[in-house]
């Protein structure tokens, strides 16, 4: 059972479903919700096993995949800090559900979440709210792989991550360089947008010569001028 001194100090409760219930709605969840810590590389939910838990992450990066016909893992989306985790009203799991980076999670057992909606229909109105917007956001990205170029995708994903895992950076300025920490590898970045791993370091590289990004090191980047990069992510119509 979570505190409610907990939820208070929660960093995504403005932005996590819960910010928006009532006393009364917060308290039932309280009342079946658990923090849990996951370790970079752990799976938490498989992708057709039974649908027993569901969660708000707190923190960190998770990874949403699912297995072709010939038995490879296709990476299908990314989970950020706010977002819902599993699937109500399914027996099944859509998706395999894993951490790309230390990760929190606020998890509560799926029967009685359900239980608990159907007590409280705002709240169970707010879900799908939530979950249109998330497919929304999942046609919206069908799309932008469909129409841009490699340069386009690769821009559009590095503002994203910019503006999903980029807050804890730090600038003098707010039009100033901003430097983050990737949390997929090239080649997870290759699968996510549909390219090769030599596609997209050689787009990382016409971005880092034309002056518009830096690449301190493997995995960090910093944006020198959003701008610029805005520019390189408009798709062509």
């Keep these: 059972m979570i505190s409610p001194s907990v939820c208070t100090e929660c960093a995504v409760r403005d932005r996590a479903l819960c910010g928006a ?8 969840l309280n009342s079946i919700g658990q923090r849990r810590k996951v370790a970079r590389g752990e799976t938490v939910i498989w992708s057709g096993d039974d649908s027993v838990i569901c ?6 990066i998770m990874k949403l995949s699912a297995s072709t016909s010939d038995g490879r893992e296709q990476m299908v989306g990314l989970l950020y800090p706010s977002d819902f985790v599993g699937r109500l009203y399914a027996d099944q ?10 990760a929190e999670l606020c998890v509560f057992p799926r029967a009685q979440f359900e239980n608990v909606l159907h007590d409280h229909v705002r709240m169970e109105r707010l879900l799908l ?16 792989l469909a129409r841009r170029s490699a340069e386009e995708r690769v821009a559009g994903f590095l503002l994203d991550m910019a503006d999903r895992v980029g807050n804890a950076g730090c ?3 707010d039009a100033g360089p901003l430097t983050f920490d990737l949390p997929l590898t090239r080649g997870q970045i290759a699968e996510l947008l549909g390219l090769t791993i030599e596609t997209v370091s050689r787009q990382l590289t016409r971005l ?27 798709a062509e119509t």
């Design 129 to 144: 709210q939530r979950t249109f917007s998330a497919l929304e956001d999942a046609r919206a990205r069908m799309l932008t």
């Design 171 to 173: 600038k003098a300025v």
């Design 21 to 28: 219930l009532s006393n009364e709605e917060l308290v039932a």
């Design 55 to 60: 969660a708000n992450l707190l923190d960190g």
């Design 208 to 234: 880092k010569a034309a002056g518009i990004i830096a690449l301190p090191s493997l995995r960090s980047v910093t944006i020198r001028n959003r701008a610029a990069l805005e520019a390189r992510a408009e």
């Design 93 to 102: 799991a859509g998706f395999t559900v894993t951490a790309l980076t230390d």
